[in-house]
C-alpha cells in the first residue's frame, strides 16, 4: 500500500476514533457546566477553551483526513468535481462554518434547556451571536487554512488563541444572562 493511502487511512481512523469520544466528552462537559464548573470563573474559562480547543482540533483532523482523500486519488471518478473543495476553500470554510455554528448553537439549547422551541430561538441566536461570531471565525480560518493547505503552527497558535478570547467571552455572556434572569425574577 503506497504511503499516502496509510496516511489516510491512520488519519480517517484517527478522526472516527476522536469523533466517537467527542461525544461523551461534549455530554460530559455539558453536565460539568451546569452543575458546578460556572461557579469558579477561571475553570469555566479554561473548560470552555479546552473543550474549543477539542472541538477545533477534531475539525482541523477531519479536514486533514478529507483533503489526504483527495490527493491520494480517491475521488478520481468523480472527474472535474473531486477537487472543487480544495479549489474553492473560502466558499467551503463559509458554508461548513454556518452549519457548525448553527447546529453547535442548537445542540447546546438542547441540552441546557431540554429543547429548543421556534418562538425563543430568534432570542437564543442573538444571544449567542457574539460568542458564535468569534468561535465562527476561528473555525472557518482553520477550515479555509486547512483545505488551503497553508496551515503553519503560527495560524494554530492564532486560531487556539481566537477559541481562549471566546471561552472568555462566552463565560462573561453567561454571568450577565444569570445576573439578568436573578434581577427578572
Avoid: W
Avoid at 154 to 171: C, H, R, S
Amino acid at each position: 500500500m503506497p504511503e499516502s493511502k496509510k496516511r489516510t487511512a491512520l488519519l480517517g481512523l484517527s478522526f472516527l476514533a476522536f469523533l466517537f469520544l467527542s461525544s461523551y466528552e461534549n455530554t460530559i462537559f455539558f453536565n460539568l457546566l451546569l452543575s458546578e464548573i460556572l461557579k469558579n470563573q477561571f475553570l469555566a474559562v479554561g473548560m470552555l477553551f479546552l473543550h474549543n480547543v477539542l472541538v477545533v482540533s477534531i475539525i482541523l483532523l477531519g479536514m486533514n483526513f478529507y483533503v489526504s482523500l483527495v490527493k491520494a486519488g480517491f475521488f478520481e471518478r468523480e472527474g472535474k468535481y473531486a477537487n472543487i473543495v480544495l479549489e474553492h476553500p473560502k466558499t467551503f470554510a463559509l458554508v461548513f462554518t454556518g452549519v457548525i455554528v448553527f447546529l453547535s448553537i442548537l445542540r447546546g439549547c438542547t441540552l441546557i434547556y431540554g429543547g429548543v422551541s421556534l418562538e425563543t430561538l430568534p432570542t437564543i441566536l442573538l444571544i449567542s451571536t457574539p460568542v458564535g461570531l468569534v468561535e465562527g471565525y476561528g473555525i472557518y480560518i482553520t477550515i479555509k487554512k486547512t483545505l488551503s493547505q497553508t496551515l503553519v503552527t503560527k495560524d494554530l497558535i492564532a486560531i487556539y488563541g481566537i477559541f481562549l478570547v471566546a471561552a472568555m467571552l462566552e463565560v462573561a455572556f453567561i454571568n450577565i444572562l444569570i445576573m439578568a434572569l436573578r434581577v427578572s425574577a
